[in-house]
């Protein structure tokens, strides 16, 4: 068999190797995925040919920032711009989602200072906050007091009144939950023609083995309908899809460190020495509860790991100019198997698993050596770690009724929504290469690959 850790592409492709490995026991699986991240550029998008789908000479690109800057960040679409709306406005900000996952939407763009010209500018600040909320693509305006939102199609022409330009026709298909590419017309461009505006768009149509981004050619009409006419995918790119948090864990102070990267891993420290004393209260349950001793004893072992990493992320931290603090755990009484498995559930099964798996990718694509160093140890650890959660559910689940398993499973399917919601904002600049923390749309792809292949088993 095939196995991801000696770097070979097959023949048949990478999705056939993630398949074949997805036959292997938890950690080779983990450990094969990482290595697959690592090869496979799972979120570059591929060049279309010289193929557009409709003449370039006379479509309108979208209005962009970053163009022809070398080394700058991905070009940002400015949805704000180019408008000629119906309804007056101070500000406007534009809402959307992340594709495909009904996630909790990020500002896109903004175009002036929101309640500048408010009389009360507290109130009208706490509306805009509270806009910021809905659960939808959206726009927010503001005009002296009055915030209002667009949360809809029709709402969205309410605001423009007409499409009468091609950023408002990009617009309207944004609403219809497509993305608008720049610098590339046959990915993202606007034509005039007699009843409207033909546009072209993409979107993450596939998720999960392999991924597929779709360009789409849609009529948007004067009055914002939206007919799709053509689509096709564009690119398909087979692929993938920390620490134990004991129960009366306290929040953590912000580290005092003159930079972020030290923060970052001066918190890992606090929850690694966190985690040294969740293992060791499951270690004392699980003797308590007549666990197999091969499993209570693995349970210490997993204790003395933590001080381990504790120690090694301190140093790491120390390296980058922060002292981590000493976590503060209250002391609990001893738990029930049911309480003790919706623990085991949460942070072994599901963020164990993630950490482990991420632990493994940083370990190999960290550009900071002594972080790279740390993270072989910790990562390796860490997927015993989760083959040891796998055990303890299978032992807790013998000692559960029907009512509490299916407890016990909802509260897995809220910590998968939990970490995917956490996993959906980009990591900082600052230290995402020094460390290796994969990028959001990497993290979210890891979390539809083990939700398919390890969660939902």
């Given at each position: ?313 301190t140093r790491v931290a120390r390296h980058f100019g922060a002292e981590p603090e000493a976590p503060a755990v209250a002391q609990v009484p001893p738990r029930d198997p049911h309480s003790i498995a919706l623990e085991n559930a949460v942070e072994g099964s599901i963020r164990e698993t993630f950490g482990a798996l991420s632990g493994s990718y940083q370990a190999l694509v960290a550009t900071d050596p002594l972080v790279a160093k740390a993270m072989r140890t910790v990562s390796e650890d ?76």
């Amino acid at each position: 068999m095939s196995d991801f850790r000696n770097g070979e592409r097959p023949r048949d492709g990478l999705a056939a190797l993630i398949h074949e490995n997805r036959k292997l026991p938890l950690g080779r699986y983990l450990r094969g995925l990482a290595r697959a991240s690592a090869m496979a550029s799972v979120i570059a998008l591929a060049a279309c040919g010289d193929d557009p789908w409709i003449d370039t000479e006379d479509a309108s690109l979208p209005i962009c920032e970053g163009i022809g800057t070398p080394g700058e960040p991905p070009f940002r679409w400015r949805p704000t711009q180019g408008l000629n709306p119906a309804v007056d406005y101070d500000a406007l900000l534009v809402y959307r989602l992340d594709e495909g996952r009904g996630l909790s939407p990020y500002l896109l763009d903004s175009d002036g200072e929101p309640c500048a010209a408010a009389a009360d500018p507290d109130s009208c600040e706490m509306l805009v906050e509270a806009a910021a909320e809905i659960g939808t693509v959206h726009l927010t305006t503001t005009s002296g007091d009055v915030v209002e939102t667009f949360a809809d199609q029709e709402e969205l022409m309410r605001f423009l009144g007409t499409v009468d330009t091609a950023q408002e026709a990009l617009l309207v298909a944004l609403f219809d939950r497509k993305t608008i590419q720049c610098g590339d017309p046959a990915l993202g461009s606007a034509r005039r023609i007699a009843d409207g505006y033909e546009v072209i768009v993409t979107q993450v149509t596939a998720s999960c083995d392999p991924i597929e981004y779709s360009r789409f050619l849609l009529h948007v009409s004067a009055d914002g309908a939206v007919t799709k006419l053509r689509s096709e995918v564009y690119d398909s790119e087979s692929g993938v899809c920390i620490g134990r948090r004991p129960n009366g864990l306290a929040r953590r102070r912000p580290s005092r460190s003159k930079t972020r990267a030290g923060a970052h891993f001066a918190g890992i420290a606090t929850l690694e020495a966190a985690a040294v004393l969740a293992f060791e209260r499951l270690a004392d349950e699980l003797e308590r509860l007549g666990a197999p001793l091969a499993l209570v004893a693995d349970a210490r072992k997993a204790a003395q790991d933590e001080v381990r990493h504790a120690e090694l992320m301190t140093r790491v931290a120390r390296h980058f100019g922060a002292e981590p603090e000493a976590p503060a755990v209250a002391q609990v009484p001893p738990r029930d198997p049911h309480s003790i498995a919706l623990e085991n559930a949460v942070e072994g099964s599901i963020r164990e698993t993630f950490g482990a798996l991420s632990g493994s990718y940083q370990a190999l694509v960290a550009t900071d050596p002594l972080v790279a160093k740390a993270m072989r140890t910790v990562s390796e650890d860490e997927i015993f770690h989760a083959e040891l959660s796998a055990r303890v559910d299978a032992f807790l689940d013998t000692l559960l009724t029907e009512s509490e398993r299916a407890s016990v499973a909802a509260a897995r399917k809220r910590a998968v929504a939990e970490l995917r919601l956490e996993m959906s904002i980009e990591p900082d600049d600052e230290i995402a290469g020094l460390a290796g923390l994969p990028p959001r749309e990497l993290a979210l792809q890891w979390i539809d690959c083990l939700q398919q292949d390890i969660w939902a088993a």
